[in-house]
Nanobody, 116 residues
């Protein structure tokens, strides 16, 4: 079994930065793509950014130039550095990882609130 533990969410003023972390624990073996999704009130859960085991990243258009996704394959951790935050970035952010053995696993979610 594996689990993803997220941290770093909270309240931030518009224009400010915030960094999320997501660490994998358990019988990991290896992780393919890791990513961050978000779900705002009344919205579906959408992809924010993803990164492959080879460090190829992808971003949704609304966060390009503001967010940076990175990973540490030794620590089995993925990060989301969020800069120039906007009120519309307010959402619950979920970590997602594709484990070689276990398949797709989700974290519990961490809330991010951006005040205007």
């Amino acid at each position: 079994q594996v689990q993803l533990v997220e941290s770093g969410g909270g309240l931030v003023e518009a224009g400010g930065p915030l960094t999320l972390s997501c660490a994998a624990f358990g019988n990991i073996f290896s992780i393919n793509t890791m990513g961050w999704y978000r779900q705002g009130p009344g919205n579906r859960r959408d992809l924010v950014a993803s990164i492959t085991s080879g460090y190829i990243s992808h971003y949704t258009d609304s966060v390009k130039g503001r967010f940076i996704i990175s990973r540490d394959n030794v620590k089995n951790t993925v990060y989301l550095q969020m800069n120039s935050l906007k009120p519309e970035d307010t959402a619950v952010y979920y970590c997602n990882a594709d484990f070689a053995i276990w398949g797709e696993v989700w974290g519990q979610g961490t809330p991010v609130t951006v005040s205007s």
